[in-house]
């Protein structure tokens, strides 16, 4: 499959960490899948990976505005 973001590069799956900063923390999510454009560099998920990263972020989200309180 062609990257439908820039047209370049053959899209492929893979599974791998993602870094995530929030108000200058870092964190990683672990074992994110989806499928990743070899020319550049978008990601492309599943629905349910979007949920599972989206909650990721935001659970990591407040843990960071409660160590500032």
Not at 39 to 61: K, P, Q, T, V, Y
Request: charged fraction near 30%.
């Amino acid at each position: 499959m062609q990257c439908p973001f820039c047209g370049d590069g053959p899209m492929v799956r893979e599974t791998k960490d993602m870094p995530y900063e929030y108000d200058g923390q870092e964190t990683v999510i672990p074992h994110v899948t989806g499928d990743h454009c070899q020319a550049c560099g978008e990601w492309m998920f599943s629905d349910r990976e979007s949920d599972r990263i989206a909650a990721a972020m935001l659970e990591f989200n407040r843990r960071v505005v409660a160590a500032r309180n």
